[in-house]
């Protein structure tokens, strides 16, 4: 699965510090205060009093211009990157895959690429506005993924202040969950790709 136009891969920590796994769901406030600052800004309006929508990716915007113009402009884009990139830094985080406090501009060892794409050529104009049915079918199954994660996280958080170690296969679970995820998103949320996110957890 390693030719789809979005990656992840994450560095397996060798050693964790048990103070900060401890304290980890007081220590992510601060920098989730501004991943949610960036993420909701305008949410909660009158008209869509419960909207909780990720007005901080541009999606609408990209959609429109996709549709009328064929284009993707590079700024949108590489803001779009950059907010995925810091907040799968701070779900790392919480998720104990990482222990490096999360940054809000350096890959850590988080690594994610995601492809530029050609809109004339690439992607079909028309597609954006299906997509979001499409990946219907991924989200009844990342429900349960999600499960599985927090049931795995709860575990390796025991299994760390025991042993200093994340177990392996958890870890790797966890991971292809969020891979998942980020394929996703790719495709029906930063709308940078055509082809259809595979089931499956590995690269």
């Known amino acids: ?9 994450i560095d397996y920590p060798e050693n964790a510090n048990r103070i900060t796994v401890l304290f980890r769901l007081f220590l992510i406030i601060p920098i989730l205060i501004i991943l949610v600052l960036l993420s909701y800004h305008g949410a909660g309006s009158k008209q869509f009093p419960d909207e909780s929508y990720w007005v901080g990716i541009l999606v609408i915007p990209t959609l429109l211009m996709i549709i009328f113009r064929q284009k993707y402009p590079k700024w949108w884009f590489d803001w ?11 779900m790392s985080y919480i998720l104990l895959l990482q222990h490096e406090y999360p940054s809000t501009d350096e890959d850590q060892g988080i690594h994610i690429k995601i492809n530029y794409p050609n809109v004339k050529t690439e992607l079909n104009r028309w597609m ?9 079918p991924h989200l009844i199954v990342l429900f349960f993924l999600m499960i599985g994660v927090f049931t795995s996280t709860i575990l390796a958080w025991v299994m760390i202040l ?15 969950t969020l891979r998942w995820i980020l394929r996703v998103q790719a495709y029906a949320l930063l709308l940078i790709t055509d082809k259809y996110p595979p089931f499956s957890l590995s690269e």
């Open 80 to 90: 779009n990157e950059q907010l995925i990139k810091f907040s799968f830094r701070i």
């Open 1 to 9: 699965m390693n030719n789809y136009p979005a990656t992840l891969t």
């Open 162 to 176: 025991i042993s200093g170690k994340y177990p392996k296969k958890m870890f790797n679970f966890v991971v292809g």
């Open 128 to 136: 954006p506005l299906v997509k979001w049915l499409l990946v219907f």
